[in-house]
């Protein structure tokens, strides 16, 4: 016996399974609807008319039988078919509409899903650009931020401009009185001559300070109106700088020009040379009235040697003529003569020491007044007892290993007897302040090691030679010290400016080796005014060597500033057995003394009288000697005249109070002064 049942295992599949005594068989048969198209058939429809709904529901109801009769095995649709024959045919319209229906969902889909994914793409544009926007403006804020730091340091310094601009009329008034003070005040030897040197030496460098960021243009043709905008577009088209927050002003013949920041400056000048040849524009730097007038004699000295037909170049303040350098024009320098009645010799030894403990195995301390050493090797200031007549200022070596010495380390001994400042110390230099009678010297013990870069040592050391100028007065400043420089013979100083000094104006030497180093070391000392005294003095004719571990290599040199060339008395190269492998160079040099006038001086005689002060009589002698009238004369007379009175009142004043006393043994007597000044107990003379 066979039966059949007949079920639906997914879209458009019908199984079909038929028992029979031999067991069950399966069979799936197709229908030809898929899954879609069946899905669509179950989704109602919407009549375009009320009256259509009728008609689409007995439409769906005739489908479903038929595609239900399509799935039926052949034996059901046989055995049935009788049953069926009266069964309405779905449709064919209806078939067609739903597959459009299920085509346009399709599309739909289609088109919703590229919707979507532009969608996307759009948002993820608008992310980037958005990121982008936020990248700018933070760009844009942290460029006004910096610009707004740069506009407040740039207003800070045009106030302190403006602040050190104000003292510089006073303190020009207050010299130009002090100029017109009696001659006794101003002279040499008077007590404000220092100080107004001082103040006129402190009244440059406020001026240069105010000048540092300006310039000058000339030749530059200008509208009349907008003469600013045309010097900005100038300065910018050329040098390609910011020119958006400088100040211009228009004077008679130039342009003055304020670029509120120094580096905008060194761009003009680095530049200027390439970009302005063959034009007849001019830009300098904006001139003190000093430097002004150095100007003036330089272009004076270039004219006059051109209208002889000589050959003349110049670089900065210094003209080259006959591979000689003229300083300033070579303005006139006197030549200050000492009076030999108070002059003292003082004696500064440089030396390598290679170590500390070789200055206590030498003689040098025995016979000089200062010591300036370098490679003491110890890292702390010692307390060393061949050192206990000196002020000591140390500069501490460097440890640079764990194991071994340090390296560097120097010291500078100073005689007690004279006073003795530090103005500033480093690894590579120890600068003092020493005041010997009436002469101040600033003395630069320096040490520069060959491993270390010249040109960044020289650039720091210029930055604190042109402080100490601005900042003290000096009649002496020396350098010296290993400078691991060799120079050979070079001497480009014109023999004119020795005349009349101690030292000569050709230099010799034993090594007439150069080096790159030597050439830089010369280039700034010849830029600071100072003379290489190596090779040009009595003992140092031709120049010793100074360093023995390669034969014949000088290179501990000592330099002095052009305007004090007249101390200088000799050079010498001490040849002194120790286990230092340079040797010591001994400068000797002639100073003014502090001899102050002595009230009592020592002559024998049989007649002396003598001052008893008596306590009881103080008021009477202070009555008696504030009663004495000072001559209207005095005030123009000459000091040693002064000192006569003053020292005769006194006398007369005691005399009046009963406390002088007449002896006629021989003994101190109080004499009235005589023109003339005597030496101190402790100073040697020549």
Same mark, same amino acid.
């Given at each position: 016996m066979?039966?059949?049942?007949?079920?639906r295992?997914k !879209?458009?599949t019908?199984?079909?399974?038929?028992?029979?005594t031999?067991?069950?068989?399966?069979?799936?048969?197709?229908?030809?609807?898929?899954?879609?198209a069946?899905?669509?058939?179950k989704?109602?429809l919407?009549?375009?008319?009320?009256?259509?709904?009728a008609?689409?529901?007995?439409?769906?109801?005739s489908?479903?039988?038929?595609?239900?009769?399509?799935?039926?095995?052949?034996?059901?649709?046989t055995n049935n078919?009788?049953?069926d024959a009266?069964?309405?045919?779905?449709d064919?319209?209806v078939?067609?509409?739903?597959?459009e229906i299920?085509?346009?969902?399709?599309?739909?889909d289609?088109k919703?899903?590229?919707?979507k994914?532009?969608?996307?793409?759009?948002?993820?544009k608008d992310?980037?650009?958005f990121t982008?926007l936020?990248?700018?403006l933070?760009?844009?804020k942290?460029?006004?931020?910096g610009?707004?730091?740069?506009?407040?340091?740039?207003?800070s310094?045009?106030?302190?401009?403006t602040?050190?601009?104000n003292?510089?009329e006073g303190?020009?008034?207050l010299v130009?009185?002090m100029?017109?003070?009696?001659?006794?005040?101003t002279s040499?030897?008077g007590?404000?001559?220092?100080?107004?040197s001082?103040?006129?030496n402190?009244?440059e460098q406020?001026?240069?300070e105010?000048k540092?960021?300006?310039?000058?243009?000339?030749?530059?043709?200008l509208?009349f109106?907008?003469?600013?905008?045309?010097?900005k577009?100038?300065l910018?088209?050329?040098?390609?700088?910011?020119c958006?927050?400088?100040?211009?002003?228009?004077?008679?013949?130039?342009?003055?020009?304020d670029?509120l920041?120094p580096?905008?400056?060194?761009t003009?000048?680095?530049?200027?040379?390439?970009?302005?040849?063959?034009t007849?524009?001019?830009i300098?730097?904006?001139?003190?009235n000093k430097e002004?007038?150095?100007d003036?004699?330089?272009?004076?000295?270039c004219k006059?040697?051109?209208?002889e037909?000589?050959?003349?170049a110049?670089?900065d303040?210094?003209?080259?003529?006959n591979?000689?350098?003229y300083p300033?024009g070579?303005?006139?320098r006197?030549?200050?003569?000492?009076?030999?009645?108070? !002059?003292? *010799?003082?004696k500064?030894?440089?030396?390598?020491?290679h170590?500390?403990?070789n200055?206590?195995?030498?003689s040098?301390r025995?016979?000089?007044?200062?010591?300036?050493?370098?490679?003491?090797?110890?890292t702390l200031p010692?307390?060393?007892?061949f050192?206990?007549?000196?002020?000591?200022?140390w500069s501490?070596?460097?440890?640079?290993?764990a194991v071994?010495?340090?390296s560097?380390g120097?010291?500078?001994?100073i005689?007690n007897?004279?006073?003795a400042?530090?103005l500033?110390?480093?690894?590579?230099w120890?600068?003092n302040?020493v005041?010997?009678?009436?002469?101040?010297?600033?003395?630069?013990?320096?040490y520069?090691r060959?491993?270390?870069?010249?040109?960044? *040592?020289l650039?720091?050391?210029q930055?604190?030679?042109?402080?100490i100028?601005?900042t003290h007065?000096?009649d002496?400043f020396?350098?010296?010290g290993?400078?691991? !420089?060799r120079?050979?013979l070079?001497?480009?100083?014109p023999?004119?400016?020795?005349?009349?000094?101690?030292i000569?104006?050709?230099?010799t030497s034993?090594?007439?080796?150069?080096c790159?180093r030597?050439?830089q070391?010369?280039d700034f000392?010849?830029?600071?005014d100072?003379v *290489?005294l190596n090779?040009?003095?009595?003992s140092?004719?031709p120049?010793?060597?100074?360093?023995d571990?390669?034969g014949?290599?000088?290179?501990?040199l000592?330099?002095a500033n052009?305007s004090s060339l007249?101390y200088?008395?000799?050079?010498e190269?001490i040849l002194?057995?120790?286990?230092s492998?340079h040797?010591p160079v001994?400068?000797?040099?002639?100073?003014?003394?502090?001899?102050?006038?002595e009230?009592?001086c020592t002559t024998?005689?049989c007649?002396?009288t003598k001052?008893k002060w008596?306590?009881?009589l103080?008021?009477?002698?202070q009555?008696?000697?504030?009663?004495t009238?000072?001559p209207s004369?005095q005030s123009?007379?000459?000091?040693?005249?002064?000192?006569?009175?003053?020292q005769?009142?006194?006398f007369?004043a005691?005399?009046?109070?009963?406390?002088?006393?007449?002896?006629?043994?021989a003994?101190n007597t109080?004499?009235?002064?005589k023109?003339?000044?005597?030496p101190g107990p402790?100073q040697?003379?020549l």
């Amino acid at each position: 016996m066979l039966s059949s049942d007949t079920s639906r295992s997914k !879209a458009g599949t019908v199984t079909v399974k038929q028992t029979s005594t031999d067991g069950i068989v399966e069979k799936k048969i197709k229908t030809g609807v898929n899954k879609k198209a069946f899905q669509a058939e179950k989704t109602p429809l919407k009549p375009s008319r009320p009256s259509d709904t009728a008609d689409i529901e007995t439409q769906e109801s005739s489908y479903v039988e038929n595609n239900s009769l399509t799935a039926r095995p052949p034996e059901m649709a046989t055995n049935n078919m009788s049953s069926d024959a009266n069964v309405v045919q779905p449709d064919p319209d209806v078939g067609q509409i739903l597959n459009e229906i299920a085509a346009l969902r399709a599309e739909q889909d289609l088109k919703h899903t590229e919707l979507k994914n532009k969608l996307e793409s759009n948002l993820m544009k608008d992310q980037a650009a958005f990121t982008k926007l936020e990248e700018s403006l933070s760009n844009l804020k942290n460029e006004i931020s910096g610009t707004k730091t740069d506009l407040f340091k740039r207003i800070s310094t045009v106030e302190e401009n403006t602040v050190k601009i104000n003292p510089i009329e006073g303190l020009k008034k207050l010299v130009s009185s002090m100029e017109n003070q009696p001659a006794i005040l101003t002279s040499s030897e008077g007590p404000l001559n220092k100080k107004i040197s001082f103040l006129i030496n402190k009244v440059e460098q406020l001026e240069k300070e105010n000048k540092k960021t300006k310039i000058t243009i000339a030749g530059l043709t200008l509208s009349f109106n907008n003469h600013s905008q045309e010097v900005k577009h100038f300065l910018t088209s050329n040098f390609n700088i910011d020119c958006s927050n400088i100040i211009v002003k228009k004077l008679r013949s130039y342009i003055l020009v304020d670029l509120l920041d120094p580096s905008l400056k060194s761009t003009i000048f680095k530049a200027k040379k390439n970009k302005l040849t063959g034009t007849k524009i001019f830009i300098n730097p904006d001139r003190t009235n000093k430097e002004q007038y150095i100007d003036w004699q330089c272009r004076q000295f270039c004219k006059q040697n051109y209208s002889e037909g000589k050959k003349v170049a110049r670089k900065d303040n210094k003209q080259k003529l006959n591979q000689r350098y003229y300083p300033n024009g070579l303005r006139e320098r006197s030549v200050e003569k000492l009076d030999n009645s108070s !002059a003292e *010799l003082v004696k500064i030894t440089f030396w390598n020491l290679h170590g500390y403990s070789n200055l206590e195995l030498s003689s040098l301390r025995e016979y000089s007044d200062i010591i300036a050493a370098c490679e003491t090797w110890t890292t702390l200031p010692l307390n060393l007892r061949f050192l206990e007549k000196y002020h000591n200022f140390w500069s501490d070596a460097v440890r640079e290993h764990a194991v071994g010495r340090a390296s560097d380390g120097l010291v500078t001994a100073i005689n007690n007897r004279y006073n003795a400042t530090i103005l500033a110390k480093s690894p590579s230099w120890i600068f003092n302040k020493v005041e010997i009678g009436n002469t101040i010297i600033i003395l630069g013990s320096v040490y520069f090691r060959k491993c270390l870069v010249l040109h960044s *040592l020289l650039s720091s050391l210029q930055v604190l030679i042109d402080s100490i100028k601005a900042t003290h007065t000096h009649d002496l400043f020396i350098i010296g010290g290993d400078m691991n !420089a060799r120079v050979g013979l070079l001497n480009p100083w014109p023999p004119e400016m020795f005349l009349g000094l101690h030292i000569h104006s050709a230099r010799t030497s034993l090594d007439s080796a150069e080096c790159d180093r030597g050439h830089q070391l010369l280039d700034f000392m010849l830029d600071n005014d100072f003379v *290489l005294l190596n090779g040009r003095t009595n003992s140092d004719s031709p120049a010793q060597p100074t360093y023995d571990f390669h034969g014949t290599l000088i290179i501990d040199l000592v330099w002095a500033n052009t305007s004090s060339l007249h101390y200088i008395l000799d050079l010498e190269v001490i040849l002194e057995p120790s286990l230092s492998d340079h040797r010591p160079v001994c400068v000797s040099i002639q100073v003014s003394s502090n001899s102050k006038p002595e009230s009592c001086c020592t002559t024998p005689t049989c007649n002396t009288t003598k001052i008893k002060w008596d306590e009881k009589l103080e008021n009477e002698f202070q009555s008696q000697l504030y009663s004495t009238r000072f001559p209207s004369n005095q005030s123009e007379a000459q000091p040693d005249d002064q000192y006569n009175w003053l020292q005769q009142s006194i006398f007369n004043a005691a005399e009046n109070t009963g406390m002088v006393q007449r002896f006629n043994t021989a003994e101190n007597t109080l004499s009235v002064r005589k023109s003339g000044k005597s030496p101190g107990p402790d100073q040697r003379t020549l």
